[in-house]
């Protein structure tokens, strides 16, 4: 069955990076995307963007650009998201969701979440 | 980018019931791509509908999607208690992908 498994929650100061991490299992990554979602505490969800498994063609909300990778890993079928120059309003749980391959679109499976917290 | 207002912010409603939640784009949704998700506390977001009118792998027919250009709903017939959650739409015929704000549903 397809799964994404994020890696654990994370605690860093301001200014520092984050590298989330999304693994794939029970589908062929490379004929998927992958995209990331945040929602801060009791907010609702925020678009960060898509990365494509076959080609590495990405898309970023405006917000992040600048601030944000996205890379993957076909050998392990791995999605990573770097968030760096981090700040308060980061503080968020972060998703990765299976999307399109060659454009982003929806997410039909989805991680367990990633709660980053940015504090000093 | 292309703002998706959902309307109403909340509801309450008894079992039975039939719920009906609009998701209005600040511009024309491209070729319908417009997804609704489910939400339940503490879970990640399910998906539900896509190509604004698709059901999703195991959902029930009770959720059906409809709707074109800049104005889509997701409406869902007879309410059950597992259908308490927040319900959010999301574009992704226009660049960057964006979501509404989100409906919360409350049964009775």
């Known amino acids: 069955q397809v799964q994404l498994v994020q890696s654990g929650a994370e605690v860093k100061q301001p200014g520092a990076s984050v590298k989330v991490a999304c693994k794939s299992s029970g589908y062929t990554f490379t004929t998927y995307g992958i995209s990331w979602v945040r929602q801060a505490p009791g907010q609702g969800l925020e678009w960060m963007g898509w990365i494509s498994g076959n080609n590495g063609h990405r898309d970023f909300a405006q917000n992040f650009r600048g601030r944000v990778t996205m890379t993957t890993d076909t050998s392990t079928g791995t999605a990573y998201m770097e968030l760096r120059s981090l700040r308060s309003d980061d503080t968020a749980v972060y998703y990765c969701?299976?999307?399109?391959?060659?454009?982003?679109?929806?997410?039909?499976?989805w991680g367990q979440g990633t709660l980053v917290t940015v504090s000093s | 980018e292309t703002v998706l207002t959902q309307s109403p912010g909340s509801l309450s409603l008894s079992p039975g019931e039939r719920a009906t939640l609009s998701c209005r784009a600040s511009q024309s949704v491209s070729s319908r791509y417009l997804a609704w998700y489910q939400q339940k506390p503490g879970q990640a977001p399910r998906l539900l509908i896509y190509g604004a009118s698709s059901r999703a792998t195991g959902i029930p027919d009770r959720f059906s999607g409809s709707g074109s250009g800049t104005d889509f709903t997701l409406t869902i017939s007879r309410l059950e208690p597992e259908d308490s959650a927040v319900y959010y739409c999301?574009?992704?015929?226009?660049?960057?992908?964006?979501f509404g704000q989100g409906t919360k549903v409350e049964i009775k």
């Open positions: 969701a299976r999307d399109c391959s060659s454009t982003f679109c929806y997410g039909d499976y």
């Open positions: 999301q574009q992704y015929g226009n660049s960057p992908g964006t």
